[in-house]
């Protein structure tokens, strides 16, 4: 039934997108549009992000226009609070961000229409309204900028394009060394390769192994253990798209879930790759609406950019672009499947980037001809029900919660080192809230005056480690 319904779809040029739900698994999602921030072509918007540390701010790569950064806790009405103009990062554009503790990364350099060199950039964003650049790096000799920059403990990754992969060390954040980098082979999976097709630019790092999206390229594993000497020693594409015939492929982004990676691959759909085995890793499942390879790069209604997984629920969404964001289902990875979406292909716009917080969804829209047309760029911000099925609760010594029954607080003792605690509030229908709290040491004292009475899940984000604890009001 599921096949028959994707060949109803591409029978009548995916064109239903627009009038008909594909909801099956998660159809409850109810993706609502909140608000706009819009841009201009001249100042094209390419990704953004949710502020790591809970704080409501929106971070956003805003290429010519450098990074904006949004108050966002009035979702119906975010405010401009902070600008970092490209005349603070050698005048180049701000491509892509990423966030380790108080301080953001910059991928900069324009890699999207008129290639530059390409970089990276600190800024201290401890005070998010008042950030701080305390450092730039520039690769020696490039001319295709920098697509993605990930962090990793004192180190940070930069898929520099056509200049490969950069590694460089950050401990001091005011003074970014070079450490090493590497280019992956281009000759492969092609004999005679085009080198201007093959570019680093999708990321995902892991205990010091990156797991990279190179472009035509397929995905390499670069062992980055040793720093100063990254050796790639695995990768992968789909023999479907090289044999017997060269088609284009673009892997695009990429996310892990443990051994499972989920990766965009622009017209051709998502792929679920077991990477247990980074030697060798093999194809779980493929969702493929579009019929690739013997669909058309120009003509498809998707073109899958950015991607953002949600563990609760087992569901990827990704940006689109023509057809703005597609929701997948991968409860079962060898059988992933459409289950809801966002826009259409009518619209005559297109998204390049998206990113996930909690309940929200943020979309980046460009400004493009090919290979599809789009005539609006900003952000669109939007809403979902989140999944509190399959919640875990952590307890005894890791979190106590007291007193249960709540009244007007409770206070939150965590056993963790972690400096960083973010607590929100998930009701059994799902909605979010983000209380007032006040942090002293290991405790948390969090206001729920504002809530009625009833069962929540009260869940605290540690970075790498989430702990949910349910209590009574």
Same mark, same amino acid.
């Given at each position: 039934?599921?096949?028959?319904?994707?060949?109803?779809?591409?029978?009548?040029?995916?064109?239903l997108?627009?009038?008909t739900?594909?909801a099956?698994s998660?159809?409850?999602?109810?993706?609502t549009?909140?608000?706009?921030?819009a841009?201009?072509?001249?100042?094209?918007?390419?990704t953004?992000?949710h502020?790591?540390?809970?704080?409501?701010?929106?971070y956003v790569a805003?290429?010519?226009?450098?990074?904006?950064?949004y108050?966002i806790s009035?979702?119906a009405t975010?405010?401009?609070?902070?600008?970092v103009?490209?005349?603070?990062?050698?005048?180049l554009?701000?491509?892509?961000?990423s966030?380790?503790?108080?301080?953001?990364?910059?991928?900069?350099?324009n890699?999207?229409?008129?290639?530059?060199?390409?970089?990276?950039?600190?800024?201290?964003?401890?005070v998010?309204?008042?950030?701080?650049v305390?450092?730039?790096?520039?690769?020696?000799?490039?001319?295709s900028?920098a697509g993605i920059v990930?962090?990793e403990?004192?180190?940070?990754?930069?898929?520099?394009?056509k200049?490969?992969?950069?590694i460089?060390?950050?401990?001091?954040?005011?003074?970014i060394?070079?450490?090493?980098?590497?280019?992956p082979? =281009?000759?492969?999976?092609?004999?005679s390769p085009?080198p201007n097709?093959?570019?680093?630019?999708?990321?995902?790092?892991k205990?010091?192994?990156?797991?990279?999206?190179?472009?035509?390229?397929?995905?390499? =594993?670069?062992n980055?253990?040793?720093?100063?000497?990254p050796?790639?020693?695995?990768r992968?594409?789909?023999?479907?798209?090289y044999?017997?015939?060269?088609h284009?492929?673009?892997?695009?982004n990429?996310v892990l879930?443990d051994?499972?990676?989920?990766?965009?691959?622009d017209?051709?759909?998502?792929?679920?790759?077991n990477?247990k085995?980074?030697?060798?890793?093999?194809l779980?499942?493929?969702?493929?609406?579009?019929?690739?390879?013997?669909n058309?790069?120009?003509?498809?209604?998707?073109h899958?950019?950015e991607?953002?997984y949600?563990?609760?629920c087992?569901?990827?969404?990704?940006?689109?672009?023509?057809?703005?964001?597609?929701?997948?289902?991968v409860?079962n990875?060898?059988?992933p499947?459409s289950?809801?979406?966002y826009?259409?292909?009518?619209n005559?716009?297109g998204?390049?980037?998206?990113?996930?917080?909690?309940?929200?969804i943020?979309?980046?829209?460009?400004?493009?001809?090919?290979?599809?047309s789009?005539?609006?760029?900003?952000?669109?911000?939007?809403t979902?029900?989140?999944c509190?099925?399959?919640i875990?609760?952590?307890?005894?010594a890791? =979190?106590?919660?007291?007193?249960?029954?709540?009244?007007?607080?409770?206070? =939150?003792?965590?056993?963790?080192s972690s400096?960083?605690?973010c607590?929100?509030?998930v009701?059994?229908?799902?909605?979010?809230?983000?209380?007032?709290?006040r942090?002293s040491?290991?405790?948390?004292?969090v206001?729920?005056?504002?809530?009625k009475?009833?069962?929540?899940?009260?869940?605290?984000?540690?970075?790498e480690?989430?702990?949910?604890?349910?209590?009574?009001k």
């Amino acid at each position: 039934m599921k096949k028959l319904f994707q060949t109803f779809l591409l029978a009548f040029g995916y064109s239903l997108l627009a009038y008909t739900s594909l909801a099956q698994s998660c159809s409850s999602l109810n993706i609502t549009h909140q608000s706009d921030i819009a841009s201009t072509c001249p100042f094209m918007t390419m990704t953004m992000m949710h502020d790591q540390n809970n704080l409501p701010y929106l971070y956003v790569a805003n290429k010519e226009a450098g990074l904006k950064i949004y108050d966002i806790s009035a979702i119906a009405t975010p405010s401009l609070v902070a600008t970092v103009a490209k005349n603070s990062l050698d005048t180049l554009d701000v491509m892509n961000v990423s966030q380790s503790g108080n301080y953001l990364y910059l991928a900069i350099g324009n890699s999207f229409t008129n290639p530059t060199k390409g970089g990276m950039a600190i800024v201290d964003v401890t005070v998010p309204a008042t950030p701080v650049v305390t450092d730039y790096y520039v690769v020696p000799g490039s001319n295709s900028g920098a697509g993605i920059v990930k962090v990793e403990g004192n180190y940070a990754y930069l898929g520099a394009m056509k200049s490969g992969l950069y590694i460089l060390d950050v401990t001091n954040k005011s003074n970014i060394q070079f450490v090493s980098s590497i280019m992956p082979n =281009i000759n492969w999976p092609v004999i005679s390769p085009n080198p201007n097709l093959y570019n680093a630019r999708g990321m995902e790092v892991k205990n010091s192994i990156v797991y990279l999206c190179f472009d035509a390229g397929g995905i390499r =594993i670069i062992n980055c253990t040793n720093k100063l000497a990254p050796k790639e020693t695995g990768r992968w594409c789909n023999p479907a798209m090289y044999t017997p015939l060269d088609h284009p492929k673009a892997y695009n982004n990429i996310v892990l879930n443990d051994t499972l990676a989920y990766i965009a691959v622009d017209y051709a759909g998502m792929e679920v790759l077991n990477v247990k085995d980074t030697s060798s890793m093999k194809l779980v499942g493929w969702w493929n609406p579009y019929n690739a390879p013997s669909n058309n790069w120009f003509t498809s209604p998707s073109h899958l950019n950015e991607i953002q997984y949600e563990k609760n629920c087992k569901r990827v969404f990704m940006s689109s672009g023509k057809s703005d964001m597609m929701v997948v289902d991968v409860t079962n990875p060898a059988l992933p499947d459409s289950c809801n979406f966002y826009g259409g292909v009518s619209n005559n716009i297109g998204t390049w980037g998206i990113g996930l917080w909690q309940n929200q969804i943020y979309l980046s829209y460009i400004c493009a001809a090919i290979p599809f047309s789009s005539n609006w760029t900003g952000v669109k911000l939007l809403t979902f029900n989140s999944c509190t099925v399959g919640i875990k609760e952590y307890d005894e010594a890791t =979190i106590n919660v007291y007193p249960i029954p709540a009244a007007e607080k409770i206070t =939150i003792e965590l056993n963790s080192s972690s400096t960083s605690f973010c607590p929100t509030i998930v009701d059994l229908l799902g909605q979010t809230t983000y209380p007032p709290f006040r942090k002293s040491g290991n405790k948390i004292e969090v206001n729920i005056s504002e809530l009625k009475a009833g069962v929540y899940f009260l869940k605290i984000n540690l970075g790498e480690k989430e702990l949910v604890k349910k209590f009574v009001k």
